[in-house]
């Protein structure tokens, strides 16, 4: 009998070590934005990720939002767990806020996690409270100027939260060496790490398709702009540009502009652009159609306005121009693009930014293959893998 249930002892013994070894942990809150979606969950081969979302009530009054959490499974194995916010949650009401989080990830089965991301300054408790091995800030804006009436309380917190979290990450380079100068005892924590893009939207992986009809329609040579239509757009340099270059159309694609209220210059310099008969403004594009109106542009255009959003932005839209291969042409606005200044026209005035424009036109698809090779380091799963050799190269427990 013992040798017999020796034998079984040891049968069990190789069948649990034939087990797939479990994997680390990683948690994301909150994971609201695509791009911080996107990124997380390319490290799905590798960590057993949840990418937790904090609907708003006002999602609740849309009928988006959750009764208290609900948790889905995405095709790449990712786990989405939404966990529905009350009122005021970043404030008065974040003990309760924090709380519900609390019980919504360890419900899910992520308590003590491997690796908790935070995307907010508000988030910092959240790492004792969740009991995490490892805390990683990721920054992709500067956070005070969401809320001016509280940018001191914004900034504390977010120092509370940098000295707390083992590793900082922020999408521009602009925000990492402002963030290295505030904060000069952390400044090795602190990382650049770009955004990056799909892809599946990558000229050699597009498959053959017509022109979309909102293009088909407008004459050619087209330089074209698919993006943030709102104050973050310089709609006084595209106007000036297009009464430079009257047989060129200006095609812009996204959400209809809500301009800031007190903004009189930007309203008049939109209201010109937008009665000009060779701007043409075509409305939201799905993301799926993305590259097919991509491909029906001649010319790339990053016409950003002068502002602290656009300063510590990393436009995605950089990464898929040079996907597609096609010249780009940019103002001088935002730092993160200047940093690729050997792949993208800058030009600071509008008169060289339509001399910008001729040359790229006379460019064409010239040097698509050295921008789609730049353009292929830069995709998500290149960028994650980026993120991990940071996390990898932290010492356990933090």
């Given at each position: 009998m013992q040798c017999i249930g020796g034998m079984v002892i040891q049968q069990?013994?190789?069948?649990?070590?034939?087990q797939p070894e479990a994997k680390p942990k990683l948690v994301v809150v909150d994971a609201g934005e695509h791009w911080t979606q996107r990124l997380y969950s390319e490290l799905a081969s590798t960590h057993d990720v949840l990418l937790v979302k904090l609907p708003t009530p006002r999602a609740l009054i849309k009928g988006k939002g959750v009764f208290f959490s609900k948790t889905t499974r995405l095709e790449n194995g990712v786990q989405v767990l939404?966990?529905?916010?009350?009122?005021w949650y970043l404030t008065t009401m974040w003990p309760l806020a924090r709380r519900l989080i609390t019980i919504a990830v360890r419900a899910a089965g992520f308590g003590e996690p491997d690796v908790l991301v935070l995307s907010y300054p508000y988030y910092t408790e959240l790492i004792e409270q969740l009991g995490a091995k490892k805390s990683l800030y990721y920054i992709y804006d500067e956070y005070s100027k969401y809320w001016p009436r509280h940018a001191e309380s914004v900034l504390a917190k977010e120092a509370a939260l940098i000295a707390k979290a083992d590793v900082v990450i922020t999408v521009s380079k602009y925000n990492a060496d402002r963030l290295k100068a505030m904060h000069p005892a952390?400044?090795?924590?602190?990382?650049?790490?770009?955004?990056?893009?799909?892809?599946?939207?990558?000229?050699?992986?597009?498959?053959?398709?017509p022109l979309p009809p909102a293009l088909a329609e407008i004459p050619a040579p087209r330089a074209g702009y698919i993006g943030s239509l709102n104050f973050r757009f310089d709609y006084a340099l595209l106007a000036e540009v297009a009464s430079q270059r009257p047989d060129v159309s200006f095609v812009l694609g996204g959400w209809y502009p809500n301009p800031v209220p007190d903004t009189a210059d930007w309203k008049a310099a939109f209201a010109r652009a937008k009665s000009m008969p060779n701007v043409h403004f075509i409305g939201e594009v799905p993301f799926e159609e993305l590259g097919h109106y991509w491909m029906g542009f001649d010319v790339f255009l990053i016409p950003y306005a002068k502002c602290?959003?656009?300063?510590?932005?990393?436009?995605?839209?950089?990464?898929?121009?040079?996907?597609?291969?096609?010249?780009?042409?940019?103002?001088?606005?935002?730092?993160?693009?200047?940093?690729?200044?050997?792949y993208v026209r800058i030009c600071a005035t509008p008169e060289a930014f339509a001399q910008g424009i001729d040359e790229a036109l006379a460019e064409g698809r010239s040097r698509a293959p050295e921008l789609m090779a730049v353009a292929r380091e830069h995709t998500w799963d290149k960028i994650a893998r980026r993120v991990e050799a940071i996390i990898e190269g932290l010492p356990a427990g933090g």
């Open positions: 069990q013994l190789r069948e649990s070590s034939s939404s966990v529905q916010m009350p009122p952390r400044a090795d924590a602190i990382h650049h790490v770009p955004n990056g893009l799909n892809p599946k939207y990558m000229a050699d992986q597009l498959e053959p398709a602290l959003f656009n300063d510590v932005a990393c436009p995605i839209k950089l990464w898929d121009y040079l996907g597609i291969g096609g010249p780009i042409v940019a103002n001088d606005s935002n730092p993160e693009t200047l940093l690729w200044a050997d």
